[in-house]
């Protein structure tokens, strides 16, 4: 089945779109709403009460896996006629970061094993955890840098206005900067709520715009 440039961008913007969905529902609101940093017993005791949480965090990270892998496919079709090379290293990044979402998934099915199982290792439940958060931000660190390399395309391709580049490529240094900090600098914690608020809507207006103006692509006459 052969698809065109508008098909494919269409396909493009409404997975972004949908991809954002799952994002808010998935880790703003599920796993957001059991996890506490710190604080095991606060933890355990809101899985115990809320389990369906952690499950509900698993089809959304899951779904947005499945959609990572038609973005991959489909963003390197719509470019790939504008510069072939950048297109699969774009596509590339792209990749490892879903491979670093397949990683992070498979920690969350690790505790929700132990949760069924009954268990009561406490520090194992919260050790998957906080490696699904630390697989998480390496995979988003890869993700800033795949952002970037997508904006920089963008810009070059002068079939996407370039301002649809510069917001994409800032969301990628955003996605970047704050990932580094929160894994490898010691001192950002104590800034991490404010940043993140700061960066938050750039972050999310980066692919947001791109997915609004593919779809339109999509029905323009």
Request: aromatic share 18%.
């Amino acid at each position: 089945m052969e698809f065109s440039q508008r098909n494919i961008a269409g396909i493009t913007g409404i997975s972004l779109f949908a991809m954002a969905v799952m994002t808010g529902v998935g880790y703003c609101y599920a796993f957001s709403g059991f996890y506490i940093a710190n604080d095991t017993i606060s933890t355990i005791k809101n899985l115990n009460q809320h389990g369906d949480l952690l499950k509900l965090t698993i089809f959304a990270f899951s779904i947005n896996l499945i959609l990572n892998i038609v973005v991959t496919w489909a963003s390197y079709e719509f470019f790939k006629s504008f510069n072939n090379p950048f297109s699969s290293l774009v596509a590339f990044f792209r990749l490892v970061y879903s491979a670093a979402l397949c990683g992070s998934i498979f920690y969350l099915l690790s505790v929700l094993e132990l949760l069924q199982n009954a268990s009561t290792d406490r520090e194992m439940i919260m050790f998957y955890l906080k490696l699904f958060l630390k697989t998480r931000s390496w995979g988003l660190i890869i993700f800033g840098c795949h952002l970037f390399l997508l904006g920089i395309m963008i810009c070059k391709s002068r079939v996407v206005p370039r301002f649809v580049g510069y917001f994409t490529a800032f969301a990628g240094l955003c996605y970047f900067f704050v990932n580094t900090g929160s894994l490898f600098i010691q001192s950002y914690q104590i800034y991490k709520e404010l940043i993140e608020n700061i960066l938050a809507i750039p972050m999310a207006l980066g692919e947001l715009i791109l997915a609004n103006w593919l779809i339109r692509f999509n029905y323009r006459k």
